[in-house]
C-alpha cells in the first residue's frame, strides 16, 4: 500500500489579490511556508506543492521547506488542472491525497489528522471537513478516483467527484472555521491581520 500525501495548490495567478497572495506576510514567514509548515506537521510526510503563476519567486521558499514541487503549465485553466498536475507528480501507487489551497493557513494539524483518520477507520473514499454543515478543506480523496478525476468537467471541477459517489462521501464536523477561510483580495487579508 502507498502513503498518504499532502498536494498544495498554489499555481493560480491571484488576480483579485493584484500580486501574489502566497508572498503575503502571515504569522512571521509567507502564507504559502505557513500552510506548509501546518501540512509537515501532520501525519502527512510527503507533500507536492503544485506550482504555476509566479513559480520563478516561489520556487525557491517551497525547496527551502524541503518538499516536492511541480509546474502546472496549464495553470490558466483554473484549479482542476493543478489537482490534475499534483495526481501526475505523485507516485502512481499513493494511498490518499489530501488537497489543500495555497491561501489556507487557518487549516490546523489537528484537523489534518481528523480527516486522515475518519479515512481510515471508515473505508471512505472521499472525507471532507465541515463547519456549521459547510464543506471546507482539506479534501481527501483515495486513489480509486485518480481515473475518474482526469475525466471531470473543467467547468466543475472537483467538487464534482463527491456528487457522483455520494454513498462514498463522509463529512467530518469540525469546530475549526478556519477550514473554510480563504484570502481572495487584499481586504480579506487585512481583515484577518488587524
Not at 500525501?5 to 491571484?14: R, T, V
Not at 509566479?54 to 509546474?71: G, Q, R
Not at 479515512?119 to 456549521?132: H, L, Q
Request: net charge negative; proline share 4%.
Amino acid at each position: 500500500m502507498g502513503e498518504i500525501w499532502g498536494i498544495i495548490l498554489a499555481a493560480g495567478e491571484s488576480k483579485r489579490m493584484g500580486f501574489p497572495k502566497m508572498l503575503l506576510k502571515f504569522n512571521g514567514s509567507t502564507m504559502i511556508e505557513n500552510v506548509i509548515r501546518n501540512v509537515s506537521g501532520s501525519e502527512i510526510k510527503n507533500i507536492m506543492v503544485v506550482l504555476g503563476s509566479n513559480s520563478e519567486i516561489l520556487v525557491k521558499l517551497v525547496d527551502d521547506c524541503n518538499v516536492s514541487h511541480c509546474f502546472n503549465e496549464k495553470y490558466k485553466e483554473g484549479m482542476l488542472s493543478s489537482v490534475r498536475c499534483g495526481l501526475r507528480n505523485v507516485p502512481y501507487d499513493f494511498e490518499a491525497v489530501l488537497f489543500f489551497q495555497g491561501d489556507q493557513p487557518l487549516i490546523t494539524t489537528e484537523v489534518i489528522n481528523i480527516v486522515i483518520a475518519a479515512y481510515r477507520s471508515t473505508g471512505k473514499g472521499i472525507v471532507i471537513p465541515v463547519f456549521e454543515k459547510e464543506r471546507g478543506h482539506p479534501v481527501l480523496i483515495d486513489r480509486k478516483y485518480r481515473d475518474e478525476i482526469e475525466k471531470l468537467n473543467d467547468n466543475e471541477g472537483l467538487r464534482l467527484l463527491s456528487y457522483h459517489n455520494p454513498d462514498d462521501v463522509l463529512e467530518i464536523e469540525t469546530d475549526e472555521p478556519g477550514i473554510l477561510r480563504d484570502f481572495d483580495t487584499y481586504e480579506d487579508y487585512m481583515k484577518l491581520i488587524n
